[in-house]
Nanobody
Framework: QVKLQESGGGSVQPGRSLLLTCEGS????????MAWFRQAPGKEREGIGA????????LYADSVKGRFAISRHYTATTVYLQMDSLKPEDTAIYYC???????????????WGQGTQVTVSS
């Protein structure tokens, strides 16, 4: 059974940091790409960071480039999203996803976590 479990969300003030973790298990294929998407109220889900677990290649959305960093655990199907200099517009539900292509098309990802809420507010 495939499972993606996000953790680390919460409420913070603008300018602060949060670290999200996604632990995956039961994934049925190798060459996995894991990504973070987010969805704010009334907006479409957008991809913000993705990483190839084999080679470590990464991809970022322009909206988070320079502020967020995605990384992987070398011995487990686990990825992290370090979010710095958070802004109110980063407020959203953040989802972890697993697939095979390093891109931000949601349809390319086969497995999804339940999501974790991030709220940035003063």
């Amino acid at each position: 059974q495939v499972k993606l479990q996000e953790s680390g969300g919460g409420s913070v003030q603008p300018g602060r940091s949060l670290l999200l973790t996604c632990e995956g298990s039961g994934l049925p294929y190798s060459g996995i790409v894991m990504a973070w998407f987010r969805q704010a109220p009334g907006k479409e889900r957008e991809g913000i960071g993705a990483i190839d677990l084999v080679f470590g290649y990464t991809l970022y959305a322009d909206s988070v480039k320079g502020r967020f960093a995605i990384s992987r655990h070398y011995t487990a199907t686990t990825v992290y999203l370090q979010m710095d200099s958070l802004k109110p517009e980063d407020t959203a539900i953040y989802y972890c996803a697993a697939g095979k292509a390093l891109e931000f098309s949601a349809g390319s990802y086969d497995y999804w976590g339940q999501g974790t809420q991030v709220t940035v507010s003063s």
